[in-house]
């Protein structure tokens, strides 16, 4: 314990030494070639990949907030700690098991999944004071394939591959499938709203009312792979054919071209409207950009380049 304490105040010590980040910032992404967070810096089509940020000690993983004000980190011990990114705050430990697997943030942010073997801790009031808001027994299913969580840490949704579907999960441990969900392959709920944007094999839907009295809205026909929502108005769906910016409210769908082979996976989102649809390579990295009265697709050159 004694060691633990120690490591916890170094870093805060050594984080409030460094000088906190200049100039705007579109998002912080994961490195996993140097398992590290870097940010972004810049403004969307003039923007640049920056150094690895030094958190203080080794990470395995890292979810960074959607308004990268802050991350949740994985040690290299499987404790986790909230670490803020924006002027370089110090990092805490946030009160849970250690070895876990790796964390799952809400869409908005709020709160979170920790991932244990054959168990899920959500926690909630991630900015304020994180508390645990259920602990959840999944050794008869194991975990997911993807987890989506709800804003308020109220529950969850997994997606299983293995012909489980998609099964809702409340705080007090309940659980059922969704059977109008059928052929999902993707989950991810709304910022702070009871709703969850899926994409199933016949095209893309909103999930209304996910954890009560679920029902589908279509949205979208036809062959998707994998959908992220932009607040509550607007998601970037990545296609057969390529990327859609499709309008949540009235379903207009408006294709748009990556001169790469995008990929969108649940951390790809960086601000409200900015994603990411490449990985992190040698090469450009390459953000979705929804905020313009077009989408649009701009590069970020590596830091050393």
């Known amino acids: 314990m004694r060691n633990y ?17 200049e100039g705007p910032v579109v998002g ?32 395995a993983s890292a979810a960074i907030a959607s308004a990268g004000e802050f991350a ?38 709020n709160a979170a999944a920790v991932l244990y073997g054959s168990r899920v801790l959500l926690l909630k009031n991630l900015s304020t004071q994180p508390v645990i808001s259920a602990d959840l027994d999944l050794s008869a299913a194991g975990l997911p394939a993807r987890i989506s969580v709800r804003d308020d840490g109220g529950g969850m949704l997994g997606l299983y591959p293995d012909g489980a ?19 999902a392959r993707s989950i991810q709920f709304l910022d702070n709203g009871q709703d969850a944007l899926i994409v199933m094999d016949r095209g893309v839907a909103i999930l209304e009312d996910a954890l009560g009295n679920a029902s589908l809205r279509m949205l979208w026909e036809g062959n998707a792979e994998s959908a992220l929502p932009s607040g509550r108005r607007s998601a970037v769906v990545l296609t057969d054919r390529g990327l859609l910016a499709i309008n949540l409210t009235n379903g207009e769908a408006r294709e748009f071209e990556c001169a790469c082979q995008p990929v969108l996976f649940p951390g790809s989102r960086l601000a409200s409207s900015v994603f990411r649809v490449s990985g992190i390579t040698d090469g450009p990295t390459w953000l979705a950009d929804l905020s313009g009265p077009q989408p649009r697709t701009v590069f970020v050159p590596a830091a050393d380049q």
């Open 28 to 59: 912080w992404v994961w490195d996993d070639r140097v398992q590290a967070i870097r940010a972004i810096q810049g403004i969307p089509g003039s923007s640049l990949l920056g150094d690895p940020v030094d958190i203080g000690f080794p990470l």
């Open 72 to 109: 949740l980190v994985v040690s290299g011990e499987g404790r986790v700690f909230h670490a803020g990114l924006r002027g370089r705050k110090p990092v805490t430990a946030i009160d849970v098991p250690a070895d876990a697997a790796g964390v799952v943030l809400s869409p908005g942010s």
């Open 5 to 21: 304490m120690l490591l916890i105040f170094a870093t805060a010590a050594a984080l409030s030494a460094q000088p906190p980040m």
């Open 165 to 183: 579907g998609l099964i809702a999960f409340d705080r007090n441990g309940n659980r059922w499938p969704i059977a109008s969900a059928s052929g």
